[in-house]
């Protein structure tokens, strides 16, 4: 390798839980710095700008005012590779519930002078204004993904991009299915993966942090967490929490809020 | 391949390297085992399951050679080859196989030998002609039939020009996505081809790999034509993972494509090639 | 039941236990975990499950007290014993980069010297198309044939069928046929014990037993006859095999609308062998592990080729798992792969009653 290769890690509006992540890696994380350069991480203090070229851009958090816009251009014009952390960035985050509400009403309602907040009127995922290369899912991200996406990218190789269903790893870890034994309103068949099936294996139901697996089919499931005894706006609720904004759970939440209203 | 475990690499050093079109190149490998080198042998048709460090494996059909000199020309079409494109001469890689059941050549002894290739990932085939152009007097004649979408595409060019000079020796092209018809070269997918072979029907062996349509097209046409069903043989590609049927990606079917096939005699696998999903 | 068994009393189990210890095994049995039994390691007779049975329905599964003493008075639990020897994330290899080269060295992990105690006839039957998958193939399985050459099998026959049970239609149960070391038959008051294999003989010896009475052997007969009585039959696997010549059944798009294609029913059933290769690399670069984990034909990247997937639909990939289960895996291994443990049907989070599904395309309802 003729260069370290450097790697920036950018936060837009979110918790910074997903940059704890990176810390969460422990003595990984001085492994980590052995093999690249951090010029850019706020959380530790490393903060080169904007315009400064790196190999690889994590951003973290979701475009919520103009200024977002702004900063997002610039990094994207100066990053080889492009890869958002977590609910925030991938999908716009829990926040991005205000985008089926009127944020001026908010706005007036909350602030006494709304008129000196710029703010744009949706949260919404990286996606919506750049190109991505690749998206690490979850809330927070895990920082095991984290590096096997750095040590594949380091290799000259695109991550692999796992989108099962969390049920899959519950399963693999020999956890017992709380939506069978308890009537748990347990996510995992339309969540995808990566979490390791963190909350099922100490017998807390899915909800949905890593966004929709691939071949999702809420309607089904929807209607079975009806059966488990879930009133169709609870059902629309679970659909509509961190990842509300990813198209299957939205349309999953208009399915199943729009049945309440027929009911 | 026989060893205790199937699922082990053995190291192999890049030879040579040679750069086909830009995104086909040819690798000549070496056992870094001299053992192993001695050991290895395959038949054509067979494959090997090649290995890019800290990345995984892919099913590659071999060219050709021995375990001191094995040939695979590969396509960089995926996320592992395309990152196999970087490696460069001295590099090492793993290497297991060889895998599966290859094209049946002895027995197609005294026969006349019809092979049809579409796309450009046709090392399986191309391995096979230089077998039998290597042994002429063991066989009947000949009839190479080759599609590609662009005639610049076309990968052994050179070597469709020399074996069109041999005896009892047809070399037909199409090239499926030109606009203009080159000299030798006829415009259109591979079928057009089929009318121009001169083969006798009743005593020879088909052998072709392409995309699972034109297998299926071409087979059936071939047969409509009065070729026995039972001698017209496909190489099919389906996920290879463990290639020793036991992971279970590959499976078309009753059949594992990795130790079953890849070659298949069509009848084998007609019925499940009409219906999506297998 | 062709030799007279022995019996012991219920108070005798534990020592059984501890007999299997000593001679070297850790012991797995049926445990209670999250409203289930699963099988896990256990210290004594004090973990086993007791007055115990299991409320299963398609999508639905509970435990319930029975009123009675016994240990293994359920029929199973949500996992049979593939996982102790198909392990659900196997280290194959592992490969060490230097200035040399690159160089790789199997994991085989020491596999524990395993007894599992409580196996079921459907369990039994799925070891042997285990066995048939990953040993008797031109590439025998090294990393399977350890912890299957560490097992000690101990069976029990059961005494209750679940609603969805139907080993009896396809011949695996309720009675253990074979394979087994020991085989017990649970009584009100204690247990007929079988040995099948020079190691269950050599436990057997090591424990008190007496000769069983007319009524304990007559109490056995007739628990098994009860459990035949089962609610579900599949159609016989010449039948199945007919799966393949309705391809374009229309039940196929039904079942596609009500399945998750969320994988468990091939992780809970016994037979599933799919697994994808994994690659973990270490962070510094210097080495990397090769391993192999579950993998289900309801994924994705299951039938992936380069630019295309060969089933891009839950119509196409439920249509696999169910036509390769009863169908094609006759055309591979003699028989059908399902031993009609029923997991498949309790365990879906929709409650796809897998054997209703074969009959529906078969337009069998009989």
Redo the contacts between chains.
């Keep these: 390798m003729e260069h370290k290769p450097k790697i920036a890690i950018h936060k837009f509006a979110s918790c910074s839980g997903c940059q704890l992540a990176f810390v969460n890696m422990g003595e990984?994380l001085i492994?980590?710095l052995?093999?690249v350069d951090l010029v850019h991480m706020a959380e530790v203090g490393s903060m080169a700008p904007e315009d400064q070229q790196v190999d690889i851009a994590f951003i973290e958090g979701s475009i919520t005012t103009p200024h977002d816009v702004d900063r997002l251009l610039k990094i994207r014009a100066n990053s080889a590779c492009l890869i958002t952390i977590g609910a925030c960035a991938t999908s716009g985050g829990i926040q991005a519930l205000r985008n089926n509400a009127d944020s001026g009403e908010w706005m007036r309602s909350v602030y006494a002078k709304p008129e000196f907040i710029q703010s744009l009127s949706t949260s919404a995922a990286i996606a919506n204004h750049v190109k991505v290369d690749f998206e690490l899912w979850g809330c927070p991200v895990s920082s095991r993904q984290m590096?096997?996406a750095?040590?594949?990218l380091?290799?000259?190789?695109?991550p692999?991009s796992?989108?099962?269903?969390v049920?899959?790893e519950c399963?693999?870890?020999?956890?017992?299915?709380?939506?069978?034994?308890?009537d748990a309103p347990c996510m995992?068949?339309?969540t995808r993966t990566g979490c390791g099936a963190l909350c099922p294996s100490f017998?807390a139901p899915c909800y949905t942090c890593y966004g929709p697996a691939?071949?999702?089919?809420t309607?089904?499931?929807g209607?079975?967490l009806i059966g488990l005894g879930l009133h169709p706006d609870q059902v629309a609720r679970r659909f509509a929490s961190i990842n509300n904004a990813a198209p299957a759970f939205s349309e999953a939440t208009r399915l199943f809020a729009g049945e309440e209203g027929k009911s | 391949m026989s060893v205790a475990n199937c699922y082990l690499p053995w190291e192999a050093e890049i030879v040579e390297r040679t750069q086909e079109t830009p995104d086909i190149f040819t690798w000549r490998l070496r056992f870094t085992d001299p053992e192993i080198a001695r050991q290895y042998t395959f038949q054509h048709g067979q494959f090997n399951m090649l290995y890019?460090?800290?990345?995984g494996e892919v099913a590659i059909s071999v060219m050709s050679g021995d375990g001191s000199s094995l040939l695979h020309t590969i396509r960089a079409v995926g996320?592992?080859t395309?990152?196999m494109m970087?490696l460069r001469v001295g590099d090492r890689v793993g290497v297991r196989g060889p895998f599966g059941r290859g094209w049946p050549l002895f027995d197609a002894r005294g026969q006349d030998i019809v092979f049809v290739t579409a796309g450009l990932g046709c090392a399986p085939v191309v391995s096979s002609i230089r077998y039998v152009v290597a042994n002429r007097p063991d066989y009947g004649r000949l009839v190479i039939m080759q599609s590609v979408r662009y005639r610049h595409e076309a990968l052994w060019a050179p070597q469709y020009d020399a074996w069109r000079g041999l005896p009892d020796t047809q070399v037909l092209l199409t090239s499926s996505r030109d606009k203009t018809r080159w000299p030798l070269w006829e415009l259109g997918r591979v079928g057009v081809l089929l009318d121009q072979a001169d083969y006798d029907k009743n005593n020879c062996y088909v052998m072709m790999c392409g995309p699972d349509q034109m297998l299926r097209d071409t087979a059936k046409t071939l047969i409509e034509k009065g070729v026995p069903g039972p001698r017209v043989f496909v190489s099919l590609e389906r996920n290879m993972q463990c290639a020793v049927g036991h992971c279970g990606h590959c499976q078309m079917g009753g059949k594992f494509v990795c130790k079953d096939g890849p070659v298949f005699p069509f009848p084998e696998v007609a019925a499940l090639m009409e219906t999506e999903g297998f | 039941m062709a030799e007279v068994p022995r019996y012991f009393p219920r108070a005798r189990l534990a020592e059984l236990i501890s007999v299997v210890q000593r001679a070297g095994f850790r012991v797995i049995g049926p445990r209670v975990?999250?409203?289930?039994l699963?099988y896990r390691e256990i210290d004594g007779v004090e973990d086993l499950p007791q007055g115990l049975t299991d409320e299963q329905a398609p999508?639905?599964?509970?435990l319930a007290a029975n009123g009675t003493q016994r240990h293994f008075s359920w029929a199973n639990g949500?996992?049979a014993i593939k996982?102790f020897v198909y392990a659900?994330?196997e280290r194959l290899w592992r490969v060490d980069r230097d200035t040399h080269g690159i160089h790789f060295r199997p994991l085989m992990s020491i596999a524990p010297r395993t007894a599992i105690l409580g196996v079921r006839a459907c369990d039994l039957s799925a070891l042997i198309l285990n066995d048939a998958h990953f040993l008797r193939n031109l590439y025998p399985d090294p990393y399977y044939r350890l912890r299957r050459e560490n097992l000690l099998l101990i069976a029990v026959n059961c005494s209750h069928a679940a609603s969805t049970c139907f080993c009896a239609s396809t011949g695996d149960g309720p009675e253990v046929s074979g394979g087994y070391d020991l085989l017990l038959n649970e009584l009100e008051e204690g247990y007929l014990v079988h040995s099948g294999s020079p190691s269950g003989d050599e436990i057997l010896q090591k424990l008190a037993t007496a000769r069983p009475s007319r009524r304990q052997l007559d109490q056995a007969r007739h628990q098994l006859d009860a459990c035949r009585q089962q609610q579900r039959a599949m159609p016989p696997a010449p039948r199945l095999t007919g799966l393949m010549s309705r391809l374009d059944h229309p039940s196929w798009d039904a079942v596609a609308?009500?399945?998750?294609?969320?994988?468990?029913c091939t992780?809970?059933c016994p037979t599933c062998f799919c697994h994808r290769e994994v690659e973990?690399?270490?962070?510094?670069?210097q080495s990397s592990v090769h391993r192999r984990?579950?993998?289900?034909c309801f994924?994705?990247?299951h039938s992936y080729l380069v630019g295309m997937l060969v089933r891009p639909?839950?119509k196409t990939r439920y249509r696999q798992w169910m036509t390769h289960k009863l169908a094609t895996w006759q055309e591979q291994y003699g028989r059908s792969g399902c031993v009609g443990c029923g997991r498949c049907t309790?365990?879906c989070?929709?409650?796809i009653d897998f054997v209703a599904q074969a009959r529906r395309v078969l337009e069998d309802e009989a």
Excluded at chain 1, 154 to 158: E, K, R
Aim: hydrophobic share 35%; charged share 25%; with cysteine.
């Design positions: 990984d492994e980590l052995q093999l590096f096997t750095i040590r594949t380091l290799y000259g190789v695109p692999l796992l989108r099962e269903k049920c899959q399963k693999r870890r020999g956890n017992v299915c709380i939506l069978v034994t308890q995992g068949p339309v017998g691939e071949g999702v089919n309607a089904s499931f209607q079975r | 890019l460090y800290g990345v996320r592992v395309q990152a970087d | 975990d999250q409203g289930a699963v999508g639905h599964y509970r949500m996992s996982p659900p994330r609308e009500q399945c998750l294609a969320c994988g468990n992780a809970v973990a690399p270490a962070l510094d670069g984990d579950w993998d289900s994924n994705e990247d639909d839950i309790t365990w989070p929709v409650g």
